[in-house]
């Protein structure tokens, strides 16, 4: 019991014991559903943050306040979908690029920036030397890769599993993808996606970024590259 109220004193949930267990499951699931998009916001703008609120001193204070941050996470988040995609891209290397005297450290010879929306919400994809790249984008390429592998031989290296073309998969164009993925219940099925990179598509991606699409159910991607050309990809195949 000592222990339980130590930690709800860290947490600042004192006010648990005056609450229902109905509420605080709620509360629970909120401030969890309040983190999530507030990442899914930091994810494309890292600096920004929900607005302070008074709201903690009881459990349903703090499940109004969570239901607050989501509705303004949501609210960012429709305007960052109404940028044009380059000047999001823009923005974020700005946020990610530059160090403390202007010099850009992220350059777009060695490093890839790629969005596109799903649903309304948009999306950012970064290659896996990024400093924004998470634990969570390299365990979900690393799991893609080992499927990939196992149904696709004939395009995956079996061999040497971390060298052409499955590098692919850790580039910001699968990473895109895969965020969108993951934000959508594992699947892009029936979707019709426009993606916007920053670099000119490599030969990894080209061999396979059509596999990747037919385990994240078989969407139609269209991909745009910085000179404005274009290569669409469904059914496993490059179909323009």
């Known amino acids: 019991m000592r222990i339980a109220q130590a930690r709800r004193g860290r947490r600042g949930r004192g006010s648990d014991a005056e609450a ?16 999530e998009s507030i990442r899914r916001v930091q ?22 306040r969570a239901e607050g941050q989501i509705r303004e996470a949501e609210a960012r988040l429709r305007e960052l979908a109404n940028q044009e995609p380059t000047s999001l891209i823009d923005a974020f290397r700005r946020q990610h ?3 403390l005297l202007g010099d850009p450290i992220w350059s777009r010879e060695q490093n890839s920036v790629s969005t596109c929306q799903v649903n309304g919400s948009p999306y950012i994809g970064v290659n896996s030397r990024a ?16 499927v990939l592998i196992e149904k696709y031989p ?10 052409f073309p499955n590098d692919a998969l850790f580039h910001a164009e699968a990473t895109c993808l895969l965020r969108a993925a ?30 990747l699409g037919l385990e994240l159910g078989n969407p139609t991607v269209k991909f745009i590259d910085p000179r404005g050309f274009t290569r669409t990809m469904r059914d496993g195949y490059w179909i323009e």
């Open 20 to 35: 229902t267990p109905a509420q605080v499951a709620i509360r629970d699931i909120r401030e969890a559903q309040a983190r």
């Open 43 to 64: 994810e494309i703008d890292p600096g920004w943050r929900p607005r302070e609120s008074a709201e903690t001193g009881s459990v349903p204070g703090q499940i109004r």
């Open 97 to 99: 690029g530059l160090d």
């Open 131 to 146: 400093i924004s790249y998470t634990s969570s984008d390299r365990a979900g390429a690393e799991q893609a890769r080992t």
């Open 154 to 163: 004939n395009v995956m290296n079996t061999d040497d599993i971390g060298q």
């Open 182 to 211: 993951r934000a959508n219940g594992g699947t892009l099925e029936g979707t019709v996606i426009e993606m916007t990179v920053d670099r000119v598509m490599c030969s990894s991606c080209r061999a396979v970024l059509p596999a």
